[in-house]
C-alpha cells in the first residue's frame, strides 16, 4: 500500500521531529537546543554543522533536509537526514568531532 504523498511528509516530518532517537538502544540520543550546539561548536568541541553536513552527504549523497547535534552518552555526534533524487531518506550519525561515521539508517 502507498502512501499519498501529504502522508508520507507528515510520517518523514514526525520522523525527523522526535528530540530523542535511539541509534542504539542502550545508549539514547539527546539533541541540544541551537544555544548549545553554538557553544559547543564555539568551545571546540565539535566541527563546525557545515562540515558535519559534507560528511554525511559523502556517506549518503543527497540533499541535506536536517542536521542536529546530540548527546549519545558522553559523547557528541551529529544526525543528519539526508533524501536522495528517488525520494528516500537516509539517516547518519557522525562522530562530532571527528565527522567519522558511526551509522547509517
Known amino acids: 500500500m502507498l502512501l ?3 502522508a ?3 510520517a518523514l516530518v ?3 521531529a ?3 532517537e ?3 538502544a542502550s545508549q539514547p540520543i539527546s539533541c541540544l537546543s541551537a544555544e548549545e550546539t553554538r557553544e559547543a561548536v564555539s568551545d571546540g568541541k565539535v566541527m563546525q554543522p557545515a562540515a558535519a553536513s559534507r560528511h554525511a552527504r559523502e556517506a549518503a549523497p543527497g540533499e541535506v533536509l536536517r542536521i ?3 548527546r549519545q552518552g558522553d559523547e557528541f555526534v551529529y544526525v543528519v537526514t539526508t533524501m536522495k533524487r528517488d525520494g528516500r531518506v537516509a539517516r547518519v550519525t557522525l562522530d562530532g ?3 567519522k561515521v558511526a551509522d547509517i539508517r
Open 22 to 24: 535511539t541509534v542504539d
Open 4 to 6: 499519498d504523498p501529504a
Open 97 to 99: 568531532a571527528s565527522g
Open 18 to 20: 522526535s528530540p530523542v
Open 8 to 10: 508520507a511528509m507528515l
Open 68 to 70: 542536529r547535534l546530540c
Open 14 to 16: 514526525t520522523a525527523v
